[in-house]
Each structure stands twice: as C-alpha cells, then as structure tokens.
C-alpha cells in the first residue's frame, strides 16, 4: 500500500483549471480499487492519495496519468507501507 503527498508546484488558478480531468482520472483508478481515498492538504498546498497498487513501478506508471503531472503542476513523494491493523471495514486491504 502506498501513501501518495501530492505538492502543488502550480498556482492554484491553473490547478483549478485541470481540476475536473484529475477527478476523472482519480475516478478512473477508484473503479479499478487502485485509489482507496484522497483528499485536500489543509491548507491547500497539495492532496493526499491512498493506493494499492501491486509495486512501485506501477503506481509510479498510474500517476503518469495524472494531469496535474502531465501540466506540471505537481509533484509526489510516495511512501510504501505495510498494513498491520486496519479497522473492520478495510481489513480485507492487510494482504
């Protein structure tokens, strides 16, 4: 599992501007079940992503896709984690 830290590089003016096609793009990757939740950084400097993917290489390949980084407007620093304890609803993500 990883945790994605998106950090704006762009002005938030031209973030807004591809702000619909990066929803697109993170619904596309919810239906596969490779983004389990993302959200705004308080204060808006960037967001984060929650992922499984099966490696680095392909998570890396995935947010190729993200406009934000098609219009470098934003960078990421991704953390892999192993889950140990999750509560109820998501234990089925422990591999």
Do not use: C
């Amino acid at each position: 599992m990883f945790i994605v830290s998106l950090n704006y590089i762009g002005k938030l003016s031209e973030v807004d501007k591809y702000l619909e096609d990066h929803i697109d793009y993170l619904n596309r990757y919810y239906e596969l079940g490779i983004f389990i939740a993302s959200g705004r950084k308080v204060p808006r400097t960037g967001g984060v992503i929650l992922a499984q993917a099966k490696d680095r290489t392909a998570l890396e390949g995935i947010l190729n896709h993200d406009p934000f980084i098609i219009y470098n407007l934003a960078d990421y620093e991704l953390t892999e984690f192993i889950p140990s304890k999750m509560v109820p609803e998501l234990a089925s993500l422990i591999n």
